[in-house]
């Protein structure tokens, strides 16, 4: 069994929407939870991370870790084309964060 | 800054043949992974490497080697290629922990395909 679970999708939504991306996991030892967005054809960027549980919001985009149901999300309001990417959710059990476990990624589509 | 660069950019392999791929990164990062993409699985990671000279094991470090001789240069080699090496391979690179979390940066990748 994965110790990351993420739905991959595809996903398919009109422009404007609210998007909501799930994962859950199974090692409670996680304690540091990252979205990365990923291009087509293009290696993965940091999009938002999150210590422990709580929620953190950056423009858009909005990050929450519930580490009582071993479940993250990202939610994308007003979404737009340009948010089309496969969004790949990562955990890490160390202090220094330096080896991530990933999920494997939830293809998105925003249609104009 | 070019960020992090792999070389090459595409590969195709025969049953057996060898070959190394070249990570470079020019931001002065201790902390240099080596990761492959498959469909369904996700980024996994093969080996990393916490500063010069050293290296250690990923999840799925069978039928690799690495070495990082100098501190900007991580090296990934595959002795005798197998069909199931077929992957993307990315690279990435981070700083020396703080004790918070510090971001990866990844290469634009390398295609591989094994025949």
């Known amino acids: 069994q994965k110790e990351v679970e993420q739905d991959p999708g595809p996903l398919s939504v009109p422009e404007g929407a609210i998007v909501s991306l799930n994962c859950t996991y199974s090692n409670s030892a996680f304690q540091y939870f990252m979205w990365y967005r990923q291009y087509s054809r293009k290696g993965p960027e940091l999009l938002m991370y999150?210590?422990?549980?709580g929620n953190k919001e950056d423009g858009r985009f909005t990050a929450q870790v519930d580490k009582s149901s071993k479940y993250i999300s990202l939610f994308i309001r007003d979404s737009q084309p340009s948010d089309s990417a496969t969004y790949l959710c990562a955990m890490s059990k160390e202090t220094s964060g330096s080896r991530l476990t990933f999920g494997e990624g939830t293809q998105l589509t925003v249609n104009p | 800054n070019a960020g992090v660069t792999q070389t090459p950019k595409f590969r195709v392999l025969k049953t057996g043949q060898s070959m190394t791929l070249l990570c470079a990164q020019d931001?002065?990062?201790?902390?240099m992974y080596w990761y492959r993409q498959d469909p369904g699985m996700g980024l996994r990671l093969i080996h990393y490497s916490v500063g010069e000279g050293t290296t250690a094991k990923g999840e799925v470090p069978d039928g690799y080697n690495v070495s990082r001789l100098k501190k900007q240069n991580f090296l990934l080699g595959l002795e005798s290629a197998a069909p199931s090496q077929t992957s993307v391979y990315f690279c990435?690179?981070?700083?020396?922990?703080?004790?918070?979390?510090?971001?990866?940066?990844f290469g634009p990748g390398t295609r591989l395909t094994v025949l």
């Open positions: 931001m002065n990062h201790e902390y």
């Open positions: 999150t210590y422990s549980s």
């Open positions: 990435a690179s981070s700083w020396l922990s703080g004790g918070a979390y510090n971001e990866q940066f």
